[in-house]
């Protein structure tokens, strides 16, 4: 019998009373129940248009269909795609009839069939799950093949994965005597998945989600959800659930969206690999900090609108792709072409300056593949390499290019939690690390069968890449290359914008970046001095020698002017690749130089630096210790390098502009300026013409294939088609030129306009008693406050309010109004590159400490 006369979803914070109605129908054991379901179509002003299609929305256990009241607001909006949403409360849960029965899967399943048979659903559907209700809504899907348009999902499971232990929450609650005691007795169980929000709910969201569990009698389906969830065979509804997780291929053509929390103690890695195998074609976005209650911690109705809109695009015609205009030549095609080259290929100077030759190498990298390949690597696994530039690194990454496995490299400088976070975003099937690596490998739980690499890998289990290369030493065919657009690398951005995030390239687009490297200069005739990360493995492609300095090329400041300069003359150098930060370690320690080393840095001619704005004044000091190179400072990214490229003299040649000139698009290469709106907004439209402020797009043959687990952030960043959205801002000058002027994420609207921050942090920087400066936006967009906050020459010893006269000078300076001025002793940067300014962690703390939070750490 319903409970509807004494219980009430009325006044619940976040829900339109008018979704509320309640169904009744006879259920497939002939009982007559009656169901409470949430629906947009009850809401007497949905408006005339009628709805393309209905999105289903299961809850799972503890919740109810309040979990989706987001959902239901989003499309409920005169805006929104015309979709009607239904959301139902299974039966003993929600406010819908307490019958009193046991519901397995299946019947849970015919129940909703049920619901939806009433409710006459019989246009497209959408199903949308979460937690069980995930493999009830996929029930119902495949049973519903006909009218289903697509299948949406998020943290829920069809399947236990052998070998891993099922949700600790849910074995704990299956203890025996524990069971009743934490579902139904208490509201123990439903308060603790509450608790998994990220952030904290609001009160009235937490008393929204108690409501229809007020009391014992009300709770006893929340303690049957848990005992139904089969985690053996024995179990009545585990056929059902192998019925629902076997039968997955039939939904191959149905499009599919995976939204998912990694912080979820309930489903996790494996329960997302799992889907992901059996629903391979399925869109996936990984909303990094949110965790089991999904629709609460991450904006998912937001996401799904955003689906529904491209789901009701009719795709255009299909025109066949162009013939790529250049052959294309595989990134370890050099290499191939020196097998029998004896001369030094690579050096290692942190190593007793150990020298391996082309011939060695391309030996070891045709082991190493072959070795692979036979220990059960396979074309597509993705290979993670947690190892240290040099020999060993460059051997696995070219080993793992050549039989198609796709490598991932992650920085170590991203920290423990951000190499974690990567790490398991990109799931790879293998982990090949050094001795610490691994260590930390297994007490993090990091995915990946373990191989070791380096001294002492041996004690860290079966596998090293020394057993891996003499398992391959009499392989005499390698297997059959991959294809120009198979995935070749997920590289991760530097973590300075965010989270860092995950980077699709294909072989082909590797191959370009490689090409354009070539248009900066280098000459293969002399050695590579790779000081930078991103190239600490192109010198093999580009077939020139490379050497690695004695440094820690994950941390560039490490980088002396001794040690460069011993590198160049182990290769001849002529080309030097370095950070800005590098560089000013190489000026500020040149004293220590003695004639060998000058001698050497002599014959270098070409300097790239890159990975963050270098100051011309640094680029002219590091003439005094490379008197013939020329400096260059190739503009790009993660997902596009190069971009564009400009010299010194061509800098010291241009005008003092608004933001950093990074020159001329290379060769291949268009940039295009999408201009800002008066709300700061980027057009949907980008031009070329001169003077425009707006975002920078990018389109090139190296562009990224796509961000990796992050369908929102690829399908914004790439919706203009071909082009590639930067998150810069800039303008093009009359002559073609390209100015940086900040990130989208870093201009302020104040009430005088649209600034963006370089420019004004250029001029301030032009003071001689300012080392560095930041400006950020404080208050609310429109009526944003201009803070500057500098690193002072002498240094500050402490955070504090400028003097005076200093905060005159930078006002002045500044020329646009500063409200107020602060100094620290060191401004926040990147890891990875130790030169870009972290502003927004610099506007959270100017807001704490002009609010009166004193002046607390940075």
């Known amino acids: 019998m319903s409970n509807r006369d004494t219980v009430s979803p009325l006044g619940l914070s976040g829900l339109d009373n008018a979704w509320s109605r309640w169904v009744t129908a006879t259920d497939s054991q002939g009982v007559q129940r009656t169901w409470h379901v949430l629906d947009t179509a009850a809401e007497a002003s949905a408006g005339p248009v009628r709805p393309v299609g209905t999105l289903l929305c299961v809850h799972g256990n503890p919740t109810w269909s309040y979990l989706w009241r987001h959902l239901l607001a989003r499309f409920a909006q005169v805006d929104a795609p015309p979709w009607r949403v239904v959301a139902v409360d299974h039966l003993d849960m929600g406010f819908s009839e307490r019958t009193g029965t046991v519901r397995g899967l299946a019947q849970r399943i015919d129940d909703l069939t049920t619901v939806t048979d009433a409710l006459d659903l019989t246009g497209p559907v959408v199903t949308v799950g979460h937690d069980w209700g995930g493999s009830i809504s996929l029930g119902w899907a495949l049973r519903h093949r006909d009218q289903l348009r697509g299948v949406v ?60 569990y007020r009391g014992a009698d009300r709770r006893a389906a929340i303690g049957g959800f848990v005992a139904d969830i089969p985690l053996g065979s024995e179990h009545s509804s585990w056929q059902a659930l192998q019925d629902v997780a076997q039968s997955l291929h039939i939904l191959a053509e149905i ?83 020196r097998a029998e080259d004896r001369s030094v290929a690579l050096v290692e100077l942190a190593n007793n300056g150990r020298q391996v030759s082309w011939s060695l190498l391309w030996q070891r990298i045709r082991e190493i593949g072959a070795g692979l390949s036979a220990s059960g690597v396979r074309r597509g696994d993705r290979v993670a390499l947690l190892v240290p530039p040099g020999a060993d690194l460059t051997a696995a990454v070219y080993a793992c290019l050549r039989i198609g496995a796709v490598i991932v490299v992650v920085d ?115 050695g590579i001095v790779a000081a930078f990360a991103p190239f600490a493995l192109f010198g093999p492609a580009l077939g020139a020698p490379s050497a690695i300095p004695d440094m820690r090329v994950t941390a560039p400041g490490t980088l002396t002017a001794t040690a460069l300069a011993e590198a160049t003359a182990a290769v001849d150098g002529s080309a030097v690749f370095a950070s800005p930060a590098a560089l000013r370690n190489v000026v500020d320690t040149a004293d220590v130089l003695d004639d060998r080393h000058r001698t050497a840095l002599q014959g270098v001619t070409l300097l790239l630096s890159a990975g963050a704005p270098v100051p011309a004044a640094l680029l002219t000091q590091t003439r005094v210790v490379m008197p013939k190179a020329q400096p260059h400072t190739p503009y790009g990214m993660t997902e596009v390098l190069p971009v564009t490229d400009i010299t010194l003299d061509e800098i010291v040649d241009a005008e003092p502009g608004d933001g950093v000139c990074v020159g001329r698009p290379l060769s291949g290469v268009q940039v295009a300026i999408a201009a800002l709106d008066t709300t700061g907004a980027p057009s949907e439209q980008p031009g070329c013409a001169p003077g425009r402020t707006g975002e920078i797009l ?36 009359s002559d073609g030129r390209l100015w940086v002027q900040g990130r989208l994420a870093h201009i302020l609207v104040t009430s005088d306009g649209v600034l963006t921050p370089v420019g004004i942090e250029q001029r301030i920087e032009s003071l001689p008693q300012i080392a560095r400066a930041a400006v950020v936006g404080v208050g609310p967009p429109g009526v944003a406050k201009v803070v500057v906050i500098a690193e002072t020459l002498p240094g500050s010893r402490r955070a504090r309010m400028a003097s005076r006269d200093l905060a005159a000078a930078i006002r002045t300076a500044a020329a646009t ?6 100094v620290v002793p060191a401004l926040p940067t990147d890891i990875r590159h130790n030169s870009k300014i972290d502003r927004t962690r610099l506007r959270h703390w100017a807001e704490r400490v002009l609010a009166g939070g004193g002046f607390s750490r940075l």
């Open 698 to 733: 990018v389109r090139a043959a190296h562009v990224k294939d796509r961000y990796d687990g992050l369908w929102l952030t690829e399908r914004d960043s790439s919706r203009n088609p071909g082009w590639h959205r930067t998150g810069d801002v800039g303008h093009l000058d």
């Open 817 to 822: 109004p500063v409200a107020a001025v602060l």
């Open 412 to 526: 170590p400088g991203l920290g423990l939690a951000g190499m974690s976070r990567a790490l398991r975003s990109a799931d790879p099937s293998h982990l090949v690390a050094v001795g610490r690596g691994l260590a930390v490998a297994r007490a993090l739980g990091w995915p990946g069968r373990r191989i070791g690499a380096g001294p002492g890998a041996a004690a860290w289990g079966a596998w090293t890449l020394g057993r891996i290369a003499r398992l391959g030493a009499d392989v005499r065919e390698l297997p059959a290359p991959p294809e120009p657009d198979d995935d070749a690398a997920v590289l991760f951005t530097s973590g300075s914008t965010g989270p860092a995030k995950g980077v699709v390239y294909t072989h082909r687009q590797l191959a370009a970046m490689r090409d354009a490297l070539f248009e900066l200069g280098v000459n293969t005739d002399a």
């Open 255 to 337: 499009p599919t969206l995976l939204l998912w929390g990694p912080r979820d103690p309930v489903f996790g890695d494996v329960h997302l690999r799992d889907l992901r195998n059996r629903l391979p074609h399925a869109r996936l976005h990984r909303f990094e900090g949110a965790g089991h209650l999904l629709p609460e911690d991450a904006d998912v109705a937001g996401a799904v609108a955003q689906w529904l809109v491209d789901l009701d695009r009719r795709p255009a015609d299909p025109t066949p792709a162009p013939a790529p205009a250049v052959p294309w030549r595989p990134l370890w095609a050099a290499l191939a072409e």
């Open 153 to 212: 999902l998020t943290n829920t499971a069809v399947h236990q994965p052998s070998g891993s232990p099922a949700p600790t929450l849910i074995r704990l609650a299956r203890l025996p005597g524990v069971l009743p005691a934490v579902t139904v007795r208490t509201p123990t169980f439903l308060q603790a998945t509450l608790a998994l929000a990220n952030p904290w709910l609001p009160e009235p969201v937490r008393e929204g989600y108690l409501a229809p």
